[in-house]
Each structure stands twice: as structure tokens, then as C-alpha cells.
């Protein structure tokens, strides 16, 4: 495991105001994670779902993507597992109340484009609210959803922070273990079509398996 980087100072959170984090991406995932934004930690470190707290990488595990919870500075490890991260809105904020409605709206269209491009199987949007104000579902659960982007299905996940007492981590991780239990499901039906003599894409999460052990 690498060692944990120095924790962002105070100035360095100040700093990372409006600052931009790279999608962690790749062609054909099975499962790209869509955030609503950076926070400042993770702005200042540009790493995603880094502030200590936040359930993500947890959750993760718990549902079976990795067989390690991995820390942030390890997200690239997510790739070999079919997964990768994205936000809806690209700018670090303090918290979500300081983004505006219209930036939701044009984040679901920067990532309509980007699917599209990258052509993931599923996405899943990591925050109930944002994808209600995003797609202009107010009465929109927790799950999978009716429509899809692309070749994307659409997913939403609850949002990991640990400010959301919505979701405690058993809860949290039984969200994200059905989204998991779905990915292995396609997986199977693929390899089975496969087998029936048809050419299926299989779902490169259980096909290669969990991401190796530190």
C-alpha cells in the first residue's frame, strides 16, 4: 500500500475553491460512479471521495467491488476491476448547497456526452438529490432507473458523505451490493450466452475478478 499523503492544510482547502479533479476513465467499464462534485478535501488532494469520513471506498468493499477498501490515493486500482469515477458538476465546492440547479442540468448533458464517448455499460449517480434536480425526477429511488444514455443503464446510489444520516454503512453498502449483485448477474447471463454460441460483452467486474491485495 502506498503511504498516506500529507493531509491538506487549512490554506491548501481555502485554495482548492473551484479547482477540478481528472475523471478516473477508461472505455467500455462496467460501472462508472458519477459524484455530485469535489469537495474541497478532494480538490486540495485530487483524489475522489477523499475527505476522511465519506463511506465510499467502504462501501465499495463491503459490496464486494474490492477485496480491500482501497484509499483514495489508490483509486486507479478501481479500473482493473471494470469501475471508474466521474462528477456531475466539476468545480470543488465546501458543500453541495453552493451549486445551482442550472448546474446540475448542464452536468447531466456534459454527462450525457461523456458516455456516450466512453460507452460504460452502467452509471451510477452517487447522490439521490442530485440526480432528481439533474435528470428532473423529483420523485426518483434509490436503484436502478427506467432510462438509459447510451449503452449506460442508470443506477443511483445514495450519497456516501458522512454527513448523509440517511444512510448508516450497512444500509449504504446494501445500495451499492445491489448494484454489484447486478454487474455479476449480466456477467453470468453473458458467459452463458457465450457458451450457447453468441458474443455477448461480459462484465469485466466479476470477469477479472477483485483488485490485488496491498
Not at 487549512?10 to 469535489?38: E, K, S
Not at 461523456?114 to 452502467?122: E, G, Q, V
Request: aromatic letters at 8%.
Amino acid at each position: 500500500m502506498k503511504p498516506a499523503p500529507p493531509r491538506p492544510t487549512q490554506a491548501q482547502l481555502t485554495a482548492a475553491y473551484g479547482r477540478r479533479i481528472p475523471d478516473l476513465i477508461a472505455p467500455r467499464l462496467d460501472v462508472l460512479f458519477c459524484g455530485i462534485n469535489p469537495g474541497l478535501y478532494s480538490g486540495a488532494t485530487g483524489h475522489h471521495f477523499a475527505r476522511p469520513g465519506n463511506r465510499f471506498w467502504r462501501a465499495l468493499h463491503g459490496a464486494g467491488f474490492t477485496d480491500v477498501v482501497l484509499a483514495p490515493w489508490e483509486e486507479r486500482r478501481l479500473l482493473q476491476v471494470g469501475c471508474g469515477i466521474t462528477n456531475l458538476i466539476a468545480r470543488s465546492t465546501a458543500n453541495a448547497a453552493e451549486l445551482e440547479v442550472e448546474e446540475y442540468v448542464a452536468g447531466r448533458r456534459r454527462l450525457e456526452r461523456k458516455l456516450r464517448r466512453y460507452a460504460p455499460r452502467r452509471v451510477a449517480i452517487v447522490g439521490i438529490e442530485a440526480y432528481r434536480l439533474a435528470f428532473g425526477r423529483p420523485k426518483a429511488v434509490v436503484g436502478p432507473q427506467p432510462e438509459r444514455i447510451g449503452t449506460a443503464g442508470l443506477w443511483v446510489l445514495p450519497n456516501p458523505s458522512g454527513l448523509n444520516a440517511n444512510y448508516q454503512l450497512p444500509e449504504l453498502t446494501r445500495a451499492f451490493g445491489e448494484l454489484f449483485n447486478a454487474v455479476r448477474a449480466r456477467s453470468a447471463s453473458a458467459r452463458a450466452s457465450a457458451r450457447a454460441g453468441g458474443t455477448p460483452r461480459t462484465a469485466g467486474a466479476a470477469r477479472r475478478g477483485p483488485a490485488p491485495r496491498s
